[in-house]
């Protein structure tokens, strides 16, 4: 979805991500109104599905974007860490050949709870994404490239989660858009950088 597309008056910033991603868009664009122009990629495509990156190559050359925030980590467990790792370096290779002005955000993948007991984090599928953070961390920061670590913002707030032990209600929605919308909003053009 890209909202404005004719517009140039404003940056233009593009949220890419999963259902995690979707569910708080929209509380980003209203936060980021008047500042920029928010458009989304958001898909149950995991990075080393053959068409993620095809599909996000053709917004990158429709499209110039000042600002590109990446929460892409719970689709394709059945997928491994190598795997992962790869598909990261694929993914930073294409930003940084049809993006290479944008300020790119990695944002960390969020804990997977148990259904049966949302004060418990499901620790088969937790550990996986625990892995795959480190592993995001590593290469961003070899790239020098900032993380917005929502897994440290929500991983104690059982209350923020849906019955699913994944999606998030309205209070887990707005605290992950306040995060993801201040980072941006310091990455903006003419914006302190971080490194």
């Known amino acids: 979805m890209i909202d404005n597309a004719d517009k140039i008056d404003s940056p233009r910033i593009l949220l890419v991500g999963d259902s995690i991603a979707q569910g708080y ?8 109104s008047g500042k920029a122009n928010c458009a989304r990629y958001t898909t149950t495509k995991f990075l ?3 068409d993620y990156l095809p599909e996000l190559s053709l917004i990158l050359r429709r ?3 000042d600002v590109i925030h990446i929460n892409n980590g719970l689709h394709g467990m059945d997928y ?10 694929a ?5 940084k050949r ?8 990695w944002c960390m993948t969020t804990p997977v709870r148990m259904r049966e007991n949302l004060t418990q984090l499901n620790s ?4 996986r994404v625990i892995a795959r953070n480190r592993i995001a961390a590593e290469i961003m920061n070899h790239n020098r490239i900032p993380i917005d670590d929502l897994y440290e913002v929500i991983k104690d707030h059982p209350e923020y989660y849906e019955k699913d032990g994944v999606h998030y209600n309205t ?4 605290a992950e858009a306040e995060m993801v919308a201040e980072i941006i909003e310091r990455n903006l053009p003419g914006k302190a950088r971080f490194r």
């Open 25 to 32: 868009f929209p509380m980003v664009q209203t936060r980021l």
């Open 48 to 50: 080393r599905d053959p």
């Open 63 to 65: 499209y110039k974007f």
């Open 80 to 89: 491994t860490e190598r795997e992962y790792r790869a598909g990261l370096h």
């Open 91 to 95: 993914l930073l290779k294409t930003l």
């Open 98 to 105: 049809l993006a290479p002005k944008a300020k790119v955000i």
């Open 124 to 127: 088969s599928q937790n550990d």
């Open 171 to 174: 209070k887990g929605k707005i």
